[in-house]
């Protein structure tokens, strides 16, 4: 009697789901086969008793001013023609259809929208990552990005609509957004940081666009364009956000310092360790480094042992770095240059960022402890009054030094220095900058996720 084999069970994806599925298991590819349908049609023309189509008269005369003044404020190319829309990132050119292709004032305006806001990733403007291909998780991103900040943008734009307009808008709206959201693995997550960087991207196209005078009041005016250029504080602490957390002690959207937040995720992850599973936290982090404002996001499963925010940055890099399934999915994916280019990345961040945040740290200590010394008021004797104080200038000079990529910091003050009878203080090690072979600051793209 002959066995019979199992058969593999056939089944139709999409290609969002077929995506996901790889991303999960990279050997599932092989089960994967490209299906190709073909469908005979006909030409309106040749079928009798079909009324010509009418063209759509969309007027666009109400948005036209503000449609050439956000490309002319963006500078980037403008091409209308063919039946496609998209960003050539490569020519930096938004191409739209003809205005009469679209149904309506609002479909022409968000389609613009929506291209301009892939545009605004452009390198000289906003500066986040456009190489993603069609299918990847990263261009899914960027789509969820860039069609949200439409819809916000149109939104405040404030074109009349019927309340049916409106509805049937935000449902094309919503089923764009969803179908992007299914080739992201971890979805829920994703769609904060992408509600996030959404609000910053419109906010970008209405400034541009010079839609506020008419729209806003003078106040939320100002307060866009106070977003739109930001002054970077250079004697700022990194501040961290908490995105999306399953730990009951953290809240959606609380920010705190980086050394409230990296000796808070210790003691959480700690706390956790005696549990079965782990709270899912995903964060980011708001810095200024080498004279820029930056961003870093992330999420650390606390309880997982990886201990405080800093440390679980050096383990998660470390670990992918020195992975070898993690370089042989790179290379059959990415090819060497991508390769490279991740190990060159991670590189930069254990070199330069982790000890760039533990000195930051370091710093906030010498704050606190010189603070809680100065609380003593009156009792406490001139020379350690005067001792302290310039502890806490200290401090606040090397954040400003930190911020701008200088590392090397000058020594520590000394009660000595100011009371001669005083035995030397035991202060907080100042990490230095390793001076082994260091990356160059502009490796570290600004408003980019850096996890995974």
């Known amino acids: 009697m002959k066995r019979r084999l199992p058969t593999l069970q056939k089944k139709l994806l999409k290609w969002p789901e077929a995506v996901r599925l790889v991303r999960q298991d990279p050997t599932y590819e092989q089960n994967l086969v490209l299906r190709c349908r073909t469908s005979v049609v006909f030409n309106a023309k040749q079928i009798s008793g079909i009324p010509p189509l009418e063209a759509n008269q969309t007027n666009i005369d109400a948005i036209r001013q503000q449609r050439d003044t956000l490309l002319k404020n963006m500078e980037v190319g403008y091409q209308e023609g063919g039946d496609s829309a998209y960003y050539d990132v490569h020519a930096d050119r938004v191409v ?10 609002y479909s022409y305006l968000c389609t613009f929208l929506h291209e301009c806001g892939h545009a605004s990733g452009h390198e000289s403007r906003l500066n986040r990552d456009l190489s993603g291909e069609f299918g990847s998780e990263s261009y899914a991103k960027e789509e969820l990005r860039v069609e949200i900040a439409s819809a916000f943008a149109a939104q405040e734009i404030g074109l009349q609509l019927t309340d049916a307009q409106l509805e049937q ?3 094309r709206h919503l ?9 992201i693995e971890d979805a829920p997550n994703e769609l904060f940081a992408a509600i996030r960087d959404a609000d910053r991207i419109s906010d970008y196209l209405i400034m541009n666009g010079e839609f506020l005078p008419q729209q806003m009041p003078e106040q ?8 739109q250029a930001p002054t970077p504080d250079l004697a700022a602490e990194p501040t961290v956000t908490i995105v999306w957390s399953e730990s009951a002690e953290l809240r959606e959207g609380e920010t705190m310092p980086l050394s409230r937040a990296n000796a808070l995720f ?23 480094m080498n004279g820029t404002p930056n961003h870093y996001s992330g999420r650390q499963d606390l309880g997982d ?23 042989n999915y790179l290379l059959r994916n990415k090819g060497k240059e991508g390769l490279v280019a991740d190990k060159e990345r991670r590189t930069m961040l254990l070199r330069e960022f982790v ?17 809680e010394a100065l609380k003593v008021g009156d009792n406490l004797p001139p020379a350690k009054a005067a001792y302290y104080t310039a502890v806490q200038t200290y401090a606040a000079k090397c954040r400003g030094l930190l911020n701008q990529g200088k590392y090397n910091l000058p020594p520590v003050p000394q009660l000595t220095d100011f009371d001669s009878k005083s035995q030397p203080q035991p202060q907080p090690a100042l990490v230095q ?14 408003n980019i996720d850096l996890e995974p």
């Open 96 to 105: 739209l259809p003809p205005e009469s292709t679209f149904d309506d004032t």
């Open 169 to 171: 808008h935000m449902q």
């Open 175 to 183: 089923a764009y957004v969803q179908n992007w959201a299914q080739a």
């Open 220 to 227: 939320a005016i100002r307060s866009l364009a106070a977003m």
């Open 266 to 288: 210790a003691s959480l992850d700690e706390a956790r360790l005696a549990s079965p599973g782990y709270a899912k936290t995903e964060f980011t982090i708001d810095f200024v």
């Open 305 to 327: 042992g990886d201990g405080n925010l800093i440390d679980h940055i050096e383990k998660y890099h470390t670990d992918y770095i020195n992975n070898e399934d993690w370089e």
């Open 355 to 371: 000890p760039y945040l533990q000195q930051h740290c370091n710093l906030s200590e010498l704050e606190r402890t010189a603070g």
């Open 433 to 446: 900058q390793p001076q082994t072979q260091q990356l160059p600051p502009q490796q570290m793209q600004p």
